[in-house]
Nanobody, 122 residues
Framework: QVQLVESGGGLVQAGGSLRLSCAAS????????MGWFRQAPGKEREFVAY????????YYASSVRGRFTISRDNGKNTVLLQTNSLKPEDTAVYYC???????????????WGQGTQVTVSS
């Protein structure tokens, strides 16, 4: 069982940055692929980025590539999402999730946090 708690969301102007953090419980954190997803009102949950268990492999959605960076610290059971050059269309609730595959599909992730709101004003 893994429990995930996100933090770091907020209100920021376009062009600004936020660092989202996800704290995980459990002893097997390093065995999980960690993903970040987001969901805007009236839209489906969409993939943002994932990072493999040892941090050696990362992958990003094309909409955030070059602006967002995912990282993890297995010693601290945390995964981070550094978001730069934010745009109004990045406004959404951001979720972290844990799974066993390198996947962009939400259905491949077993555990989810409660989400943190990111709002980007124009």
């Amino acid at each position: 069982q893994v429990q995930l708690v996100e933090s770091g969301g907020g209100l920021v102007q376009a062009g600004g940055s936020l660092r989202l953090s996800c704290a995980a419980s459990g002893r097997t954190f390093s065995s999980y692929t960690m993903g970040w997803f987001r969901q805007a009102p009236g839209k489906e949950r969409e993939f943002v980025a994932y990072i493999s268990g040892n941090g050696g492999n990362t992958y990003y959605a094309s909409s955030v590539r070059g602006r967002f960076t995912i990282s993890r610290d297995n010693g601290k059971n945390t995964v981070l999402l550094q978001t730069n050059s934010l745009k109004p269309e990045d406004t959404a609730v951001y979720y972290c999730a844990a799974g066993s595959l390198w996947s962009t599909r939400p259905t491949e992730y077993f555990y989810w946090g409660q989400g943190t709101q990111v709002t980007v004003s124009s």
